[in-house]
């Protein structure tokens, strides 16, 4: 009897051991398919431009010059107004409102309804550049944190009323950029313009725009 009662529980503690060895992996499945299906489904990573040297960095690290060009783009189309000034700003503003944080939309918005109200923008050609010489370098874009940047965007802007050269101007203007993710879909690039980090300075005097001559018929 001694023997038999040493088998059963010996059986019986063999099938608990199986039995909470069960239950473990079940709870490490349960983990890891919780922690599957919380993982993004995309994931962006930036690459730095020039990789001809290799680049070691966090995922989640945006290089400086990505940061740069996409400032530089995003302000560009801003001031983009091909035809007239009084339509084109305020259909940038909202055709590229993905790229501006809530704050920057309004206060672009009310800069347009000043503008418009002064005859700033009725009939106004504006389109900006990069001086020439003067595009990114290592001091273009100020890291303030892991999700926060300053950007100096040094450009020309050029006006015209109508066909009429009206204005050209240097200026640099420093633009506050931020981490923005949330919706790949309308902002793939994950950052948004928070508009200037201060009063826009006006560098030394731009050479004159050519006047324009009618020659022959038209």
């Not at 490490?28 to 299906?37: F, I, Q, S």
């Not at 993982?39 to 020039?50: F, G, R, S, V, W």
């Not at 783009?73 to 035809?83: G, V």
């Not at 100020?142 to 950007?151: G, L, P, S």
Request: net charge positive; charged share 25%.
């Amino acid at each position: 009897m001694s023997r038999f009662r040493h088998a059963v529980k010996g059986r019986d503690q063999h099938i608990f051991t199986l039995r909470a060895a069960c239950v473990v992996l079940l709870l490490l499945l349960m983990t890891a398919l919780g922690g599957w299906m919380r993982a993004p489904e995309k994931l962006t990573i930036h690459n730095p431009p020039d990789l001809r040297k290799g680049s070691t960095r966090p995922w989640w690290e945006i290089p400086p010059p990505t940061v740069y060009g996409f400032t530089y783009y995003i302000f560009q189309q801003l001031n983009a107004w091909p035809k007239n000034g009084k339509v084109d700003y305020p259909a940038r503003i909202q055709s590229l409102s993905s790229y501006l944080t809530p704050q920057c939309k309004a206060f672009l918005e009310e800069d347009a309804k000043q503008r418009g109200e002064k005859n700033e923008l009725t009939d106004r050609v504006r389109v900006v550049y990069e001086i020439p010489g003067r595009g990114y370098d290592t001091n273009s874009v100020k890291v303030v944190d892991r999700d926060n940047w300053v950007v100096k965007l040094d450009l020309v802007a050029d006006e015209y009323y109508l066909t009429e050269p009206v204005k050209r101007v240097t200026v640099r203007y420093p633009i506050r950029v931020v981490r923005w993710d949330g919706d790949s879909e309308t902002n793939p690039f994950g950052m948004a313009l928070d508009c200037y980090d201060g009063i826009p300075q006006r560098l030394s005097a731009a050479p004159e725009l050519p006047k324009h001559t009618n020659k022959g018929m038209f």
